[in-house]
């Protein structure tokens, strides 16, 4: 099928936008973790201290802290793009 045919803007294919949208989130997601997952740093030892679970070391969080807080941004931008795709047209990705 040429670009323009059928549904979509011309450029990019309806499975095409849903996969660049997918990348977006993935992508902005990971700086963004990181600096939260910094910022929560007094959480993260509050954990430690209240529930022995191993979330503070010598150098910062650890590895599943970041890997939390990433999951949760992942989460948090498809519902928010969810959100707002829903208060427009009906048609996924179109």
Known sequence: ?????????????????????????????????I??????????????????????GHSGPAEWCFLATYLACVVLGASLFLLVKGKGSRKPFA
Not at 3 to 10: P, S
Not at 35 to 56: H, I, K, Q
């Open 35 to 56: 600096v939260a997952t910094v910022a929560l740093f007094p959480f993260w030892r509050w954990l430690e201290e209240n529930f022995g679970l191993e979330s503070v």
């Open 1 to 33: 099928m040429p670009l323009g045919a059928g549904a979509g803007n011309g450029i990019v294919r309806p499975g095409g936008r849903f996969m660049l949208v997918a990348f977006g989130i993935l992508a902005v997601s990971a700086p963004v973790s």
